[in-house]
């Protein structure tokens, strides 16, 4: 036999092995959905096939569905997508991603394009003012000091790192928001020229993940702190001179969007500093109507004062959890389901009796605040 045709069996034996791999590994009850690669990854749900309807049959909508459960249960998935992340990126320096933009020094950035390019509309951020001097009203009505503060978006505190070709349009859609905002009596706080003026110290936010690191979050963290305690709020401040800072390699998650995680490894500015707060139980937690799938965790420390804080945020809040429980006597977070943003549950702050509210978003989802509702005038 000649070499050739040696090759081609070896070939044609490889190939049909990994044809039979996945039928082996299904018909041996190992199929089924990466539920954590999934949601953190690619940012969504796994598919679940709905009953099949009678609308379904006729359309052939029942056959699609089936294919997108079968897709997302399908043996070695994971690990076929990742092989094939890393030799894009190994081999063409490309990123098989349409969730993460390359950008200049080493830089990536969430796809953010549509804010960057400021392609939000004014009506868009009329309802999202709407959505938020609902909840201030709904607070001073039950004299609960209400702040709003928006986490900025990584694109607007290291713009020139961004690919070329790509700028951030100003007035950035938050520079329109903000004043109307302000216009309909709600209290904002904007940190970012506190990043910004921070900038000289060290990085505020890693190359390959989309949050503030620990010194950009301080940064963050002593702008709201300031804010409050302008409007006679009591906040216990962290002593900088107590802060050791250190260099972590940490998960990042613009590396595990885009498939690269175990190719880059991504450095993290992480802060220590003493801190006597612990966690305790929630009177949230318990309940089991409209909260029991929400996140709630709660804090308490020997902070002087007797502020209760409630904090509605998304997961840079979990930046400023340490600096906020550090500070404050009693602090319970709230944080969105996968997927959904910045929740508001009124029952919470009935169960808790915050003395405030910190409301936070980040800034790039300005925009989604159009599938949050307005709370009732009479609220």
Not at 232 to 240: E, G, L, Q
Request: glycine share 8%.
């Amino acid at each position: 036999m000649s070499a050739k045709n040696v090759a081609n069996y070896v070939t044609l034996i490889a190939f049909l092995t990994l044809l039979a791999i996945p039928g082996i590994l299904t018909v041996t009850g190992h199929a089924g959905a990466d539920v954590p690669f999934i949601e953190r990854t690619e940012r969504r749900h796994a598919f679940v096939a709905p009953m099949v309807s009678s609308g379904a049959l006729v359309t052939g909508g029942w056959e699609r569905d089936l294919d997108r459960q079968v897709a997302d249960q399908f043996p070695m998935r994971t690990a076929i997508i990742r092989a094939y992340n890393r030799l894009q990126f190994r081999v063409f320096n490309e990123l098989h991603s349409d969730q993460v933009i390359q950008g200049r020094g080493g830089w990536y950035f969430l796809d953010e394009r549509k804010y960057i390019t400021g392609a939000i509309g004014n009506a868009e951020l009329s309802h999202v003012a709407d959505v938020y001097a609902s909840r201030a009203r709904w607070c001073r009505r039950r004299n609960i000091a209400y702040a709003l503060v928006f986490a900025p978006n990584k694109s607007t505190i290291y713009p020139e790192f961004l690919p070329a070709g790509l700028a951030v349009a100003l007035p950035s859609p938050l520079d329109r928001l903000l004043p109307i905002l302000r216009k309909r009596g709600v209290f904002t706080i904007d940190v970012r020229p506190a990043l910004k003026a921070a900038r000289g110290t060290g990085e505020m936010y890693s190359l390959g993940d989309t949050h503030w690191n620990a010194a950009g979050a301080y940064i963050g963290y002593t702008a709201i702190a300031n804010a409050l305690k302008s409007r006679a709020i009591h906040v216990d401040a962290i002593d900088p001179a107590t802060i050791h800072a250190s260099i972590q390699i940490e998960d990042a998650d613009l590396y595990r969007l885009a498939g690269i995680e175990d190719v880059l490894q991504n450095r993290w500015v992480a802060y220590d500093f003493p801190n006597s707060s612990h966690e305790i139980p929630s009177a949230s937690i318990g309940d089991k109507g409209e909260l029991a799938e929400i996140p709630v965790s709660a804090t308490e420390s020997s902070a002087s004062g007797a502020t209760r804080l409630v904090v509605f945020g998304d997961s840079f809040s979990g930046g400023l959890a340490p600096y906020l429980s550090a500070s404050l006597r009693h602090v319970v977070f709230i944080r969105p389901r996968v997927g959904e943003y910045s929740e508001f549950t009124p029952k919470t702050l009935e169960i808790e009796k915050p003395t405030v509210v910190l409301d936070e978003l980040v800034e790039r989802n300005i925009g989604e605040g159009a599938q949050l509702s307005v709370l009732p005038p009479k609220s």
